[in-house]
């Protein structure tokens, strides 16, 4: 059970912060959400309680763990050389895990693919997506601004594109 003010990631979305708990009756069943204000996009989301176990709801990463995600982006891209409509499946399963780690190896693999050989429409809106989730957890993990991440993460990347 989480609380107000937690800070937590909701998978396919990104980080946010508890902001209240709310009830609502929604046909004719009164339900407990709570109510997750996003800080990329000023985005509001209502969760209901008794699913966040079943949607993957989790608690954001530790400064530790911010560091392992910079590893992965520096890391050599893991290219996989099947059809475009496979690698977004590929990627979609790795992105709806809502692991960080995971996030982060699709948002290393696409820059990558993209900057090679090009990424498909669906690639495109797939690593904007990765990136921002990214950047939400990482921005709360550490209490900075999401611009000043997102460039911090367009550094790594743009580095690494230099060594390959």
Do not use: C
Not at 12 to 24: D, L, P, R, W, Y
Not at 71 to 78: G, N, R, V, Y
Not at 109 to 131: I, N, P, Q, Y
């Amino acid at each position: 059970m989480f609380k107000l003010g937690d800070k937590v990631v909701y998978p396919m979305h990104g980080a946010g912060v508890i902001e209240t708990m709310e009830q609502k009756e929604i046909l004719g069943e009164v339900k407990k959400y709570y109510v997750l204000k996003m800080p990329i996009g000023e985005m509001k989301l209502m969760i209901p309680v008794d699913n966040v176990n079943n949607i993957g709801l989790r608690n954001i990463i530790d400064t530790e763990a911010v560091e392992k995600v910079y590893k992965i982006l520096k890391q050599s891209a893991e290219l996989n050389d099947s059809n475009w409509n496979k690698r977004y499946r590929d990627n979609m399963v790795k992105m709806k895990t809502g692991d960080i780690f995971e996030v982060a190896k699709v948002v290393r693999d696409l820059t990558f693919r993209d900057r090679e050989k090009g990424l498909s429409t669906g690639e495109k809106k797939m690593l904007v997506s990765a990136k921002q989730m990214l950047v939400s957890e990482i921005a709360l993990s550490t209490n900075k601004d999401g611009k000043n991440i997102q460039d911090y993460l367009d550094n790594i990347i743009n580095e690494d594109a230099l060594k390959q």
